[in-house]
């Protein structure tokens, strides 16, 4: 099992209405869910469009039912993303308010979505939800994103919120999180930066969370050089939403034994130079983004393999490459 073999916690994705269901399906990814990982994060129910209801208005409901299953199984729990350009509720999309009044109500939800989920504790009066990533996806490129955030506050918006994400409970563990940060030198390198301007002027952060979404053959000898770069920042360093692509070009109609067998080498490659180049006191953990693959977020339709587990639940020989290089 997957848990059993890494010195470090290893995560997957969740759903509350999963977790409460108790349908065959259901029953056989909570088994596995808890034979093999020891960390979770919700796929969607604890990003803002879930959660922030109204002015002033929150549902924190599918995140605390999470929150109860982590509790009586013994997983810690990720939280996944207070900002994030891709999940905006229409209400504050449309918000007619002044930017004073935006800002405000981004303050507020970062600060009572962060106070709430800190007081979840284990029965040893230790935190649940260990973590958050607290900006998702700020740069596109080397640039900064253009987005509701940027528009409304300036570029500067994050700065604020880890603040506020801090203020609000001052030992839960903040990221930076983003795709292409190994594959993108570029956006790398802005990352990088961000972190010394924040290290310099006392904004808060502890990890980055690199997403790894990859492909079968991408990236190469990237991967091991932009972990490097990231752990040379000092900070944790956490997989968060690993998966590989086997047909990105869709010139495949199934999961042929050759994409196979090179998706099972880009797991390993993930496994091996997270153990072997992140120092262990950094290894915040390696997160998969979902179990079977139609249930993945990249499934389309059937045409795409890039998880663990096939549709029967059954492990593939990617699998057996994750445990190898961990
Ligand atoms: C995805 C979910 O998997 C989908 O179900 C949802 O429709 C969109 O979001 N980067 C992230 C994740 O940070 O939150 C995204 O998750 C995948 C890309």
Request: proline residues 3%; aromatic residues 12%.
């Amino acid at each position: 099992d997957l848990k059993d073999v890494a010195d470090f916690p290893i995560g997957n994705i969740v759903s509350a209405s999963k977790l409460a269901s108790t349908s065959t399906e259901n029953e056989t990814f909570k088994g596995i869910l808890n034979a093999e990982y020891n960390s979770i994060t919700a796929e969607n129910d604890m990003k803002m469009a879930n959660m922030f209801t109204g002015q002033d208005t929150y549902d924190f409901s599918d995140g605390d039912a999470i929150v109860a299953y982590a509790k009586e199984n013994g997983f810690r729990v990720h939280g996944h993303a207070l900002i994030w350009h891709q999940s905006i509720p229409n209400w504050l999309n449309s918000f007619a308010g002044t930017d004073e009044e935006f800002e405000a109500q981004i303050e507020g939800y970062v600060k009572a979505t962060v106070a709430h989920f800190a007081e979840a504790k284990d029965t040893g009066g230790n935190p649940i939800v260990t973590s958050w990533d607290v900006v998702n996806e700020y740069f596109d490129g080397s640039s900064v994103r253009s987005t509701l955030f940027s528009q409304r506050m300036g570029n500067d918006y994050h700065k604020k919120v880890f603040q506020w994400a801090r203020e609000a409970d001052p030992d839960v563990k903040l990221f930076y999180n983003d795709y292409n940060i190994a594959g993108e030198v570029g956006k790398r390198n802005a990352i990088i930066g961000m972190v010394n301007d924040f290290q310099t002027n006392g904004i808060p952060i502890d990890g980055i969370g690199m997403q790894m979404h990859l492909n079968h053959d991408w990236p190469t000898s990237d991967l091991p050089t932009a972990i490097q770069d990231i752990s040379d920042t000092g900070l944790l360093v956490h997989v968060s939403e690993l998966d590989v692509k086997v047909n990105y070009g869709d010139d495949i109609t199934e999961l042929t034994e050759e994409r196979a067998a090179a998706q099972e080498v880009q797991f390993q490659r993930v496994g091996y130079y997270y153990t072997t180049i992140v120092p262990a006191a950094q290894q915040y953990g390696l997160t998969l983004w979902g179990f079977r693959d139609r249930d993945s977020w990249l499934y389309d339709g059937g045409s795409e393999w890039p998880l663990l587990y096939d549709n029967d639940f059954d492990t593939k020989i990617a699998h057996r490459g994750l445990v190898a290089g961990l």
